[in-house]
């Protein structure tokens, strides 16, 4: 090699070595954070971190693993990580990352997280499919009449401009055609659409489901004429209002009462059987915090909104009692049969549920 | 004077469309050609990015890189010398084997998510494995071809001089493959960046593509952008190198053989 | 070949009444058929281990099920019709993109590779650059110019699929020896027959091997773009059998995305073989 060839090349060597030093720094710097909420809290700048786990005591408590949620969903669990309930049953929360809906199973199934939530449909094809879980109690429930209707479930917009006002409007748009709205079978806004539809006339089948990733990519089709209804949960309420959409009906029209909204906690049956004690533990821990959460819904939504990061400002509403209802689980059940997509029968409610670990 | 400006211009022919498309993407949106909300104007995004300050920006380009790079060296690790005893030590093998592996090559690995998922469990792991598998079979494909592909008449020639197997394998068989295994190291590394975006929905909490997942749900439109840009910057630098490498390697590539852009 | 010619030759020189076989014909035909099945054994054996794991518990059955149930549950799916119905939209709306694409960026291809070389040396880095947005980060963009339905998908798609036929046909058309057009044109050639003539015929091969890479990506992008903002084609029903916890189904759906997508990689090869024929010769002659 000549000397401006060898020049070159020690200059691209180390240019080379330079490049590659601070990509592995920077990819060190930026690894997918395994914690629980409260150490992820303090590596986010938040001065406002409330009563924090001090890293001493941690390690007596035992990991209790789930996905990371971005979303309304996690609110409970924020609320007891950060209030100390799972601390006080010996517990700590880890996230695990994020995941997409279809890879939440699969992570519980091979034991990359303990416990996951769903609603009773999708319960229901899980178990159906073979998949050994069981719901184990109720995490959020649609809230009755009395309490502000900002927790119900989900809420029902269309386009300022569609002179769609009430359900019964909907009878006569678009006569003889399909209805576009967001949501993917099974799922809690593909049921409770279905049982509103039926129930004011309009008929379930006339419902087209087309599928959004976020409820986000559903106001925005939403916005631009792609669908006609958009139902979507609470920490889009405040967008869906801001963007002048009008609302239309929430999930309460459902007249499913406290089940519109019912969402189960479920862990895999070999974890049942092989750590009950901590299933106890966490029911417990849950329980107290969706009683708080309840109680206290401004300051469970800020904490949900500074781990989220946006500014939302919305909750669900919970169960006090993790006791589930087992009424409460067969309209769904029944809506999956009336779809087709179970048989009369199949499926027993003893083979979702287990009420060993209920508190009351 | 004249010949001077000439060549400048000549330069940057190349740089002129581009000049020209991002001053009508900072324009489009605020003449109303184009939804702002939906279509932030160009100056909209590097705002963003200042706002996430370029130190977050390159953390997240290099957790993004790193797992590029490990799955595809993985890949090539594992491909170069499968390819290399599928193309020339066993071809009986090869032709045994040819039908499953296309077969397998096809599968969508996107469609293949939840599979690796429950395989190979979530966080890194997964993400390693699907840019594993995009890589792997472009790598492993062209090498079984590049080895096909040598001359056979080299070889005779080489063995008539009294090389041996191992000479013959590093003189001749190895830079015979090489430029077709350049090629599918690109192609490999194209299949790579693709499938960034969906592998790191796996369970990440960093990294481009769960950049683009979050500012999707969140909704803050912009930083979208930002990262698809980042993303298309970095793949097309990475092409670049290995394209540069290819050029510095193959030293002895006719002039005028490869016609290809 | 001297064999075949002369046999049946014969044969009918002494007037004997042929079974018209071509003994070569029957040979090449048993040939292939004897490499199909020698391919074959090892994609056979691949399932029988599959069966073999899922049955025996290596592989946890209820998250990867044995193919016996996953065959049975795509036929049912095929009997009730549902399988037809998706296959159909998803390769409507891939051939239509695709087509669309040909019919834009060949003629594009051609013009910018042989009459107007100063545009395509500014256009070319600026294509470049638009071919490497990673076009699963583009589908929210497509979502807001088209919203969704047909024309979205067939958007996406013709947007994928321009970028292999464009760069190929520009390929083609440069790879063309400079001699010959020379020669061409001292033979007195004008624009139209040189084109016709001589630049087109040599184009040919490089284009097919862009129509063939533009279809597979066809194919591979429907099924990627109907995973959002659908409600119908076989990517929306691979997410509703994930959905609805389906899991035979959905290994059906995957195997079943896997067949068509091999069958349209053969086909195209095999077209792309065809039209390759005299690329060879050039080739070797370098």
């Known amino acids: 090699m000549t000397i401006q060839n060898k020049i070159k090349f020690v200059v691209i060597a180390v240019v080379a070595l330079i490049l590659t030093l601070s990509i592995s720094i920077g990819a060190y710097l930026g690894r997918t954070k395994v914690g629980s909420p409260s150490e992820l809290y303090s590596l986010k700048d938040n001065d406002a971190v409330p009563a924090a786990n001090s890293s001493e005591d941690d390690k007596n408590l035992i990991p209790i693993r789930t996905y990371t949620r971005k979303n309304c969903t996690s609110t409970p669990i924020l609320v007891a990580d950060v209030k100390g309930f799972f601390k006080e049953e010996g517990l700590k929360l880890v996230f695990t990352g994020e995941l997409k809906s279809t890879e939440i199973l699969p992570s519980v199934l091979n034991g990359n997280n303990d416990f996951a939530e769903t609603h009773p449909n999708a319960l229901a094809t899980y178990v159906a499919g073979g998949a050994p879980i069981k719901a184990i109690g109720r995490a959020i429930i649609e809230p009755g009449p009395e309490v502000d209707p900002k927790f119900r479930h989900m809420r029902w917009f269309v386009r300022a401009d569609s002179g769609i006002k009430t359900w019964e409007d909907l009878k006569n748009y678009k006569k003889g055609e399909k209805i576009n709205h967001n949501g993917l079978a099974p799922s809690c806004t593909t049921f409770i659409a279905s049982t509103i539809f039926d129930k004011y006339g309009i008929g379930r089948d006339r419902l087209n489901f087309i599928n959004f990733d976020t409820d986000q990519a559903a106001l925005q089709a939403l916005q631009q004429g792609n669908l006609d209804v958009a139902c979507v949960h609470p920490p889009f309420y405040k967008l869906a209002e801001e963007s002048g959409l009008t609302l239309i009906g929430d999930s309460s029209d459902s007249g499913l009462g406290e089940a519109a909204g019912l969402y189960l906690y479920y862990f895999t049956e070999k974890f049942i059987k092989e750590k009950p004690d901590i299933v106890h533990r966490f029911a417990r821990a849950m329980q107290k915090a969706q009683v708080w959460a309840n109680s206290n819904p401004d300051e469970a939504a800020k904490i949900t909104a500074d781990f989220i990061g946006s500014n939302g400002n919305a909750s669900h509403w919970y169960a006090t009692s993790t006791v589930i209802d087992e009424e409460q689980v067969k309209p769904w059940i029944n809506d999956l049969i009336i779809n087709g997509k179970l048989k009369e029968g199949q499926i027993e409610i003893s083979d979702l549920i287990t009420h060993q670990f209920e508190v009351r | ?261 | 070949m001297i064999k075949q010619y002369s046999y049946s030759k014969l044969a009918r020189e002494n007037g004997e009444t042929l079974r018209t076989f071509n003994t070569d014909a029957v040979k090449n035909f048993f040939k292939k058929i004897n490499s199909f099945l020698y391919g074959s054994i090892a994609i056979i054996l691949f399932f029988l281990s599959w069966e073999a794991a899922s049955n025996y518990d290596l592989l946890p059955s209820s998250v990867v099920p044995p193919p016996t149930r996953v065959i049975a549950a795509l036929a049912v799916s095929f009997k009730s019709g549902e399988l037809v119905y998706h296959m159909k939209i998803s390769l409507f709306r891939a051939m239509l993109g695709f087509l669309l694409a040909a019919f834009i960026s060949i003629p594009m291809g051609f013009l910018l590779g042989t009459f107007f070389k100063t545009f395509e040396r500014a256009l070319l880095p600026f294509l470049r650059m638009l071919e490497k947005l990673n076009p699963f980060a583009l589908f929210p963009v497509f979502m807001i110019l088209f919203g969704i339905g047909n024309v979205e998908k067939i958007a996406i798609i013709f947007w994928v699929a321009q970028w292999p036929l464009l760069f190929n046909t520009i390929a083609g058309t440069r790879s063309i020896e400079t001699n010959m057009i020379k020669a061409a044109r001292s033979m007195g050639a004008n624009k139209k027959v040189l084109f016709f003539k001589v630049i087109l015929p040599a184009a040919v091969p490089g284009i097919f091997t862009g129509v063939k890479i533009s279809a597979q990506v066809s194919f591979f992008m429907i099924i990627a773009s109907e995973m959002a903002g659908s409600s119908q084609g076989l990517g929306w029903y691979y997410l509703s059998s994930s959905q609805s916890y389906q899991v035979p189904l959905m290994y059906g759906i995957i195997l079943f995305i896997t067949v068509l997508s091999v069958i349209i990689n053969l086909l195209f090869t095999r077209l792309e073989k065809h039209f390759l024929v005299w690329k060879e010769s050039s080739f070797q002659s370098n």
């Open chain 2, 1 to 261: 004077m004249r010949r001077l400006l000439l060549k400048i211009h000549d330069r940057f022919i190349s740089l002129y469309i581009i000049i020209a498309f991002f001053v009508l993407w900072e324009v489009a949106p605020k003449i109303g050609w184009a939804d702002p909300n939906f279509v932030p104007p160009f100056s909209r995004i590097v705002a963003e990015a200042r706002k996430l300050t370029f130190l977050r920006l390159f953390i997240e380009a290099s957790v993004s890189l790193k797992r590029i790079f490990i799955g595809f060296t993985a890949a090539s690790i594992v491909a170069l010398p499968v390819g290399f005893i599928l193309g020339g030590a066993f071809p009986k093998l090869e032709k045994f084997l040819k039908a499953l592996l296309k077969f397998l090559s096809q599968i969508p690995p996107f469609i293949l998510f939840p599979v690796f998922v429950v395989v190979f469990g979530i966080g890194e792991k997964g993400i390693y494995t699907v840019i594993f598998w995009s890589a792997f079979w472009p790598v492993m494909f062209t090498t079984v071809a590049g080895v096909q592909g040598v001359d056979p008449l080299l070889i005779k020639s080489a063995r008539s001089m009294g090389a041996n197997n191992i000479t013959i394998f590093f003189k001749v068989i190895i830079p015979g493959a090489l430029l077709s295994i350049f090629t599918g190291m690109k192609t490999a590394m194209t299949m790579s960046f693709m499938m960034l975006i969906g592998a790191e929905t796996l369970g990440a909490d960093s990294g481009l593509g769960w950049l683009i997942h979050n500012s999707q749900s969140m909704g803050f439109i912009p930083r979208i952008y930002l990262a698809v840009i980042l993303i298309a910057g970095i793949g097309l630098a990475v092409n670049y190198t290995i394209q540069w490498l290819e050029e510095n390697i193959i030293i002895w590539k006719e002039a005028g053989h490869d016609k290809a852009i």
